[in-house]
């Protein structure tokens, strides 16, 4: 692994019990320059792992609650009058930064949701006839409970498409809830985080090493096989895009560079592939019968799957 990864990954570990493919994932997706959906029921430590990681990165983290009551104003900033100088000014909302949370992110109205998909796609802020470029790096992080539905709103097909993967962090093993109990007792194990471990210099720096990772002709078969068998079915009403095929071939290679390879295998595929398609594709009636979830039908696929094997 390389040696700037593996301090990231051991510093947010001090906090983070047992998921190890989980940072893994999120560390890929930074890499890569997207943006993370992090959906699990309520007390798994989605919130936790979110403030781990930015306390450990250099750059400007902000956190906004997402609450019925927020505007887009709040996210993307206005502009006003200065009334010393008579002239417009723009004052940025909380999306100007590195990372941002936006925790609980279904609550949200659809208007205020909406306002973050320019800024996701395009890492800009375009308001009253002017575009505001965000910073480099930029990283959007969401969490959201998928169990309750009192007081959430559906987030559109656009603004999920927008998201570079989807990860589940999923209840700890017995031992694992052991340690859990022993670390949280003298306080949040995230204090113990003192100071970042890598740069943004750093950052921007890993990004363009990871761009020289090698993929065959034929793992780059094998990842168009994967997403065009989520459209040629009768199980889907919608299958994955071509933004998808670019982003798990992305991921492929963040994962392969990680792992301190420079080529990616078609097990780095097989390990991200789930978290970055699942959540771009919609089962019909027939397909949640079979497969239950569209988690579900991307496995299915990935059993059946021709895998390369030179």
């Not at 990864?5 to 930074?30: E, R, T, Y």
């Not at 990871?210 to 993929?215: A, E, L, P």
């Not at 998808?244 to 097990?267: E, N």
């Not at 397909?287 to 059993?303: P, W």
Request: glycine content about 6%; proline content about 5%.
């Amino acid at each position: 692994m390389n040696e700037k990864i593996k301090l990231l990954k051991d510093n947010i570990s001090i906090s983070i019990v047992g998921k190890d493919d989980v940072i893994i994932k999120i560390i890929a997706s930074m890499l890569c320059g997207g943006h993370v959906l992090i959906e699990d029921v309520p007390g798994v430590g989605k919130t936790q792992l979110i403030s781990s990681l930015s306390k450990s990165l250099g750059g400007k983290f902000n956190r906004i609650q997402m609450t019925p009551d927020i505007m887009p104003s709040d996210i993307v900033g206005f502009t006003m009058i200065n009334q010393h100088t008579g002239e417009t000014e723009y004052r940025p909302g909380v999306a100007l930064c590195n990372f941002l949370l936006a925790d609980e992110i279904n609550r949200a109205s659809p208007k205020a949701q909406s306002s973050l998909l320019e800024i996701m796609e395009e890492g800009q802020i375009s308001l009253d006839g002017e575009t505001h470029k965000l910073p480099s790096p930029f990283m959007v992080m969401a969490t959201q409970n998928p169990v309750e539905t009192y007081g959430t709103y559906h987030l559109p097909e656009a603004q999920m498409d927008r998201f570079f993967m989807k990860v589940s962090m999923g209840y700890p093993s017995a031992e694992e809830e052991l340690k859990i109990i022993e670390r949280t007792e003298f306080g949040n194990p995230s204090d113990s985080i003192k100071r970042a471990v890598i740069s943004l210099d750093d950052i921007l720096e890993l990004q363009e090493e990871m761009k020289k990772v090698k993929v065959s002709p034929a793992v780059k078969r094998y990842i168009t096989d994967i997403v065009r068998a989520t459209r040629d079915t009768d199980v889907a009403v919608l299958g994955v895009s071509p933004r998808g095929s670019i982003t798990l071939y992305k991921a492929s290679k963040a994962v392969a560079f990680i792992d301190g390879r420079d080529f990616v295998t078609p097990d780095d595929v097989k390990f991200i592939a789930e978290s970055v398609l699942s959540h771009r594709i919609i089962l019909n009636v027939k397909g949640k019968t079979k497969y239950k979830n569209s988690s579900g039908f991307v496995n299915r696929i990935l059993s059946t799957a021709a895998v390369p094997t030179t």
